[in-house]
């Protein structure tokens, strides 16, 4: 069951990355520039999107079955919490995901025909923001967690330090670039996981 787990731990980086590959820096620059290239590319959004929320189910699922595969019940009961935090996370995601493949295209439309920002998207797009800024801290929290399962497991000791070292090196990084920096990117969220997928594939 080891390297079932660990194959759908991987996949779920390598899902997230088919769709992360296509994006653009562009799409992140302030509105009144991103959105008329959004209401371009709105095929290649929906791909990006559609891959990236296909990921957060597929690693969610890669961390349940770790927690499966745990027969201690100190790496059980944290392996449970690394479950829990980050599926709280990939909701908080899910919801940004869709928010960016339907209220996004609809102002990027509304731009494009009456050449202004509908009123209220600045605030729902702050909103999606925020959910995407409380998925990469979950993300994060998890690999400490996760860290402190494989510490408890019969897995690598290095490999435990690791997500522990990682996880607080990278909260407090995003905070300290307060969400705009080298800790932001989203594909970071599943570097550690797959990284535990391999070691469980070898």
Known sequence: MDGYVGLVLVAGFVVFSVGAARWRLAYEAPLAESLPLIHHDRRRRAWIHSWMSAAMVVTSAGLAGFQELQSAESARVLAAIAVTVYTIGAVCMLCTLVFGLTVVPWAAEQAAKTDTIPGSFPALNSWASWLYCAHMLAAYTTFVALGAA????????????????????????LLATRFAGPFNPPILAHLYTAVVGMTLLL
């Open 150 to 173: 494989v510490l408890a497991s019969d897995l690598p000791t290095w490999l435990g330090w690791l997500g522990v070292g990682l996880g607080l090196g990278c909260l407090v990084g």
